[in-house]
């Protein structure tokens, strides 16, 4: 009965862990999708003046000068490894030791920015950017039992317009359409019982289209000062795939299904304001983000039988986060800006259910960056930034995965360069 019971409870907790793959890369989410942003910490919302407009604020294109915008960036994104300190007790309550290291993970992400030419009060645009992504894989049990591996990539592409009242009030808007796609990996073992490897092995594979809306405002009291609000809907993220696996101990040798889960990719809200003092331009940055809609996983499979084993909802409870930006452009001469990024930002997990298929916690965000002008229509630069997690010591209870330790390390790095180009 005990090894049965324990079989449940870990094949359980690996369902979970798929399931939530699909909005891991939203809680590492990369606000940062143009050189600018980079540099400046994502502080970069009211001062926006690139064709990266069209994504972060489409209010301000129609203050733009007139004529084609163009630009791309590519980004290197490095995950170190996060460490793990401590145990994880079994259904029976036994501390079992589980001290490892998570797999170090580098990825190439490419953005993609245009603003076109004013049609009266109106301006268009479009961009494509890859607003989250996330790989975690963890080289020991008990930590592969739920995130031997999982992948996720979230590709947006946004189409915008602004509308121009007058030179103090612009408002603008889009649609996102969002792609995402993921695949996941778990191997679990019983340590009470190793003779049963495994007792369980899925692999899971899922994708969807999904869509949502951006609303802008901005207001210019004065040519060296604007305030803007900018809000990004919710999208529901409808991931629709295939699982395979086994599970030998209720007598599923192997399995084939359809599976789906649905799970928000929250709505964010930003106020922000920026002042241009002559040679340098402050802005900051306040942002919202309501984390709050994800209460719950509910992932479904078509066999009733493997329903039946990984099928039931687990609460996630995450909380909406604050995020407070601080960015400064130097303009060092008629070539040369230099940037410089600041933000501290909230985890929305709660101890009682971080696993390790995401051991976020607080991060402080460091940024600089520099922008050359080399001709009248073009201009390059480059962008760096570091994401400091804080360390997290995690006890069960409250946690609910039985977790007690600490996370350690982690965080990113992060590098840019890119151009821009107008005709």
Known sequence: MQKRSMAKWMIASAAFTVAAVSLQASAYKLPEQSVRSMALSAAYVAGTVGADTNYYNPANMGWMDDGHWVEGALTLIHLPSIEFTGTVDSVAGIPLPADSQSKTEDFLV?????????????????????????SKRWRDQPQRSTAEEFTLSIIEVNPAFSYTINDQWSVGGGLRVVYTDGTVRA?????????????????????????????????????ETVLSVTYRSNVDLTVEGTAKGGIPLTGIAWY??????????????ALAAVHDFGRVKLEVVYERTFWSEYEQLDFNFD??????????????????????????????????????GYAWDETPIPEKTIGFELPD???????????????????????????????RSVSSPPNENGINGTFDEGGAYLATVGVGYRF
């Open 110 to 134: 490419p953005t993609f920015h245009y603003v076109g030419p004013k049609f009266g009060n109106w301006r268009f645009g479009i961009s494509a950017v890859a607003p989250g992504g996330l």
């Open 187 to 223: 191997y679990g073992v019983d340590p009470a019982f190793p003779s049963l490897d495994p007792m369980y092995a899925q692999n899971m594979e899922g994708d969807s289209f999904d869509f949502g809306y951006n609303l802008a405002l901005s207001y210019r009291p004065q040519p």
């Open 256 to 269: 084939d299904t359809d599976a789906d889960v649905e799970v928000p990719l929250p709505a964010t809200l």
């Open 303 to 340: 066999d009733p039988a493997v329903e039946a084993f990984l099928g039931q909802p687990k609460d996630k409870d995450w909380d909406d986060t604050n995020t407070f930006r601080v960015g400064l452009t130097w303009h060092v001469d008629e070539k040369w800006d230099m940037m410089f």
């Open 361 to 391: 916690s607080d991060a402080q965000i460091f940024s600089v960056g520099a922008m050359i002008q080399i001709s009248r229509q073009l201009e390059a630069g480059f962008g760096l930034l570091y994401d400091y997690k804080k360390k």
